[in-house]
């Protein structure tokens, strides 16, 4: 029992080590390459899955950030042209927020670049090991989708 839970911290710690390490050179290239962030990257790659544009909210949820960082990278890209923000379809009060021309010509320039790190970055692996590696992390992801993550508690305002 004891081995089983030292080879599960040592397996957690061997994924968190790999993802930042990958993170890392991703987000190095995109500074480097098109003086971009790995945050505006992703806002982008949302974009480009929805022609009509998403909300701020649902970008903040797809992101998994506040919305106050959706807002002040919405509004870089919005200067940059790269992103507009339209009437929303059905709410009068939002606004959707959609990829210019110009905005899907450089991400789709950036997306090409960074399919091909990733396929460097996972070149040491071969195409029956990826597999299997997939597939094991499929069931791992289906087993935590399972565990109920409960909220994080909230503090409650002590009286002075």
Known sequence: MIDDHHQALKLWLRLLACTTRVESVVRNRLRSEFATTLPRFDL?????????GLTMGELSQRLMVTGGNITGITDQLEA??????????????????????????????????????????????????????????????????AIEVPLPARKKKEKA
Do not use: C, N
């Open 44 to 52: 982008l790659a949302q974009l480009e899955r929805e022609p009509d």
């Open 80 to 145: 940059e042209g790269l992103v507009k923000r339209a009437p929303h379809p059905s709410d009068r009060r939002a606004f959707a927020v959609q990829l210019t021309p110009a905005g899907r010509r450089q991400f789709r320039r950036m997306a090409a670049v960074h399919e091909q790190w990733v396929i460097e970055l996972f070149a040491g692996w071969s195409a029956d090991e990826k597999t299997q590696v997939y597939g094991l992390l499929a069931g791992l992801k289906r087993h935590l989708a």
